[in-house]
């Protein structure tokens, strides 16, 4: 009797064994082939494209546990688990839209997957992936994610325009990006002071975005200049520079220094006029 029963009891527990390895056995065969992610703008949209090979015969449906697809300003890696792109989506920061809590369906041979990536801070990121069935890890692996940072300098040149009463030097800026990561939010500032007494006479602040290798104009209005200069010879002219607000009227005898300063992360880049000029005010 104890002999039948230890007999039923280990054909039991070896029919449970087979099931569970059967059931094991007949998982999804999923590997990742492919990862490739190329160089992405700090605070810009960019994507992990993949190719997943599902070696069965049949389709199968897997979930994506990606880690360090996005870092804010902080360096803090944000949750974005089972995140793939939404043909809705236009900003990976927009949670709402990129977090689907979906599977991606799989049919036999290479399936091509994309996910957002998105990063505050420039730098290297390891991004790693998960290939996920019914929390069985089928396959992973890591790419290397480039978010370059940005070389920036700053460029000031004018133009003069001389007449009876006045001398009027039109005043233009530029914030140019050498590098192959972008800026966004750029603060940079104008300080105008006069040279004669020493006393600053204006000062304006304004952000700015400038993309890889180029540049932006200081000015916020087409055809106008970023500062105007006017030197009176007399009683100065009255006249309206708008649109433009960043305007400083002086005398024949006054001289002035234009500083502007940008900085981003770590940067701080400058550039300088003397209006008028040494040679002018001789």
């Avoid at 890890?137 to 978010?147: A, F, P, S, W």
């Avoid at 200069?229 to 433009?244: D, F, K, L, N």
């Amino acid at each position: 009797m104890k002999k039948s029963i230890l007999i039923s009891i280990s054909g039991a527990f070896l029919i449970l064994v087979l099931l569970g390895l059967w059931q094991y056995g007949s998982g999804a065969d999923v590997k990742i082939v492919d990862m490739h992610a190329p160089p992405v703008g700090v605070r810009e949209s960019g994507q992990l494209d993949m190719v997943l090979q599902n070696n069965g015969s049949k389709p199968v449906d897997v979930w994506l546990e990606v880690d360090n697809a996005f870092v804010d300003i902080n360096g803090n890696s944000r949750s974005t688990s089972r995140m793939i792109i939404s043909s809705d989506s236009t900003d990976p920061w927009d949670v709402d839209l990129v977090s689907l809590q979906k599977p991606i369906h799989l049919l036999p041979g290479n399936n091509s997957v994309s996910v957002w990536l998105g990063y505050e801070l420039p730098g290297e990121y390891p991004v790693k992936v998960k290939v996920v069935e019914n929390s069985r890890v089928l396959d992973e692996g890591t790419c290397l994610v480039e978010i370059p940072t940005p070389e920036l300098n700053l460029k000031l040149e004018y133009e003069m325009e001389s007449g009876n009463s006045s001398d009027i030097y039109r005043i233009y800026g530029y914030l140019i990006n050498n590098g192959t990561g972008s800026a966004r939010d750029v603060p940079t500032n104008l300080t105008v002071k006069d040279e004669r007494t020493g006393k600053t006479v204006l000062i304006s602040s304004n952000t700015y975005y400038v993309g890889s290798q180029d540049k932006t104009s200081l000015w916020n209005w087409p055809d106008c200049p970023y500062a105007i200069v006017e030197i009176t010879h007399g009683r100065p002219s009255g006249g309206s520079y708008m649109p433009v607000r960043n305007v400083v009227i002086g005398s024949i005898e006054d001289q002035f220094l234009i500083n502007v300063t940008s900085t981003w992360q770590d940067q701080v880049v400058s550039a300088e006029l003397l209006i008028p000029s040494e040679e002018e005010s001789r």
